[in-house]
């Protein structure tokens, strides 16, 4: 018998940027996607007499990676301005990605380096701003308190 999806929209799902303290996260605006990615490092563990000539492998340092965004610009915006000036500056950030309520509501804290900021010019497209967040560190997840 055919199940119905289980699937959860991403609609709700907000990207929160914190104050130079640490504290006090607002909402970055307008954000369209957000694409999360970790990795894992794998090391060459191949010997001379490595089983019917296969490679071994072995699983090493993970890497939170990096998240690129894409926003709808919006001119004057404070976090947009807030993240050009982290990738000017090379100021390390605390954000958070809180899932909607239908996913859990979870909070994603981390902390990242804006490594690229820019707008593609698109015939007949809304003006965009896209962001790559460098990870550094253990993504953190837990239920809001």
Do not use: W
């Amino acid at each position: 018998m055919p199940q119905e999806s289980q699937a959860v929209r991403v609609m709700g799902t907000l990207l929160k940027i914190y104050d130079d303290n640490d504290a006090n996260p607002v909402n970055v605006t307008e954000v369209v996607e957000i694409d999360e990615q970790k990795t894992r490092e794998i090391l060459d563990a191949t010997h001379m007499d490595s089983p019917d000539d296969y490679r071994e492998k072995l699983p090493s340092m993970k890497n939170a990676g990096q998240i690129p965004v894409g926003l709808h610009y919006v001119p004057g915006d404070t976090t947009h301005a807030q993240l050009e000036a982290d990738f000017e500056s090379g100021r390390k950030r605390k954000f958070m990605i809180k899932l909607p309520a239908a996913a859990g509501s979870l909070e994603r804290t981390f902390k990242a380096y804006v490594t690229s900021c820019g707008s593609p010019y698109t015939f007949e497209d809304i003006f965009r701003f896209n962001v790559t967040l460098e990870v550094t560190g253990k993504v953190t997840e837990a239920a809001p308190a």
